[in-house]
């Protein structure tokens, strides 16, 4: 099955995967702006910034190492995370076991995901792709 995502953006994703996580590391901008964004997506969903999302499933699409997705999973959604860096789902795995989230993380194309039809979400995220 084809695919829309770069071949090249995959691969720098992949030699910087082991950053994920380190908030001094390269994704320094990404953990940065979390907070802001979350409160905005959070607001957006539910009404205010702290509100619980209540079970909403949400798909993040290009979820690198989890950073959004786990936070959207500590604001009550049920998150569905796809990636196509084996090595950054991997991070987002490794970070799981510490945080205990429940986020379905895959390595998977939004093609492959469309292609099956089964699934429904109340909304998508798409912030670096």
């Known amino acids: ?10 691969e720098k994703f992949e030699q910087m ?8 590391g390269k994704f320094k901008p990404l ?9 905005y997506i959070v607001s ?17 699409i290009g979820c690198g190492g989890g950073l959004l997705s786990e936070a959207m999973y500590d604001h009550g959604a049920q998150v569905t995370a796809l990636d196509q ?9 490794a970070h799981q076991k510490s ?13 492959e995901l469309a292609a099956a039809g089964e699934e429904r979400f109340d909304a998508i995220l ?3 792709i």
Do not use: C, F
Not at 31 to 39: A, F, G, L, M, Q
């Open 44 to 60: 957006t969903l539910a009404g205010s910034p702290g509100a619980d999302l209540g079970g909403m499933r949400l798909l993040d």
């Open 17 to 24: 995967a082991h950053d994920w996580w380190q908030p001094d």
């Open 126 to 128: 798409t912030m670096e």
């Open 1 to 10: 099955m084809s695919t829309s995502a770069d071949p090249k953006e995959i």
């Open 85 to 93: 860096s084996p090595l950054s789902i991997g991070a987002a795995q």
């Open 99 to 111: 945080s205990g989230s429940t986020v379905d993380y895959r390595l998977q194309s939004l093609e």
């Open 31 to 39: 953990h940065d702006i979390n907070p802001i964004r979350v409160d």
